[in-house]
């Protein structure tokens, strides 16, 4: 049983950064497709970031090129996502996710569905 636990977010300002971090435990985290998700008010859980085992095509949502990283520690166990240049629309609550099966190598998934395990969740506050 793979476990996602999240760190980081919080209250940040117009411009800032900020980083998350989602330490995994329990199976072969190397063979895992990693994700970013994020839910704001009112809207559906949407796409924002996701690397494969082989970490060689990161993919973003468009709404994030540029201003957000997404890399991982397969000795930590850890993905991150490093958020820069942060706007008031990035304001939701962000969930990493697992995809287990390591079907994929070269481009990640973008559908919530095609993941199988998910953190906690953490909200992120971002103020003009």
């Known amino acids: 049983q793979v476990q996602l636990v999240q760190s980081g977010g919080g209250l940040v300002q117009a411009g800032g950064s900020l980083r998350l971090s989602c330490a995994a435990s329990g199976g072969t985290f190397r063979t895992y497709t990693m994700g970013w998700f994020r839910q704001a008010p009112g809207k559906e859980r949407g796409f924002v970031a996701g690397?494969?085992?082989?970490?060689?095509?990161?993919k973003y949502a468009d709404s994030v090129k540029g201003r957000f990283t997404i890399s991982r520690d397969n000795t930590g166990k850890t993905v991150y996502l490093q958020m820069n240049n942060v706007k008031p629309e990035d304001t939701a609550v962000y969930y990493c996710?697992?995809?287990?099966?390591?079907?994929?190598?070269?481009?990640?998934?973008?559908?919530?569905?095609?993941?199988?395990?998910w953190g906690q969740g953490t909200q992120v506050t971002v103020s003009s």
């Open positions: 690397i494969t085992r082989s970490g060689v095509n990161p």
């Open positions: 996710a697992a995809e287990t099966s390591g079907f994929y190598y070269v481009l990640p998934p973008v559908s919530q569905h095609d993941y199988d395990n």
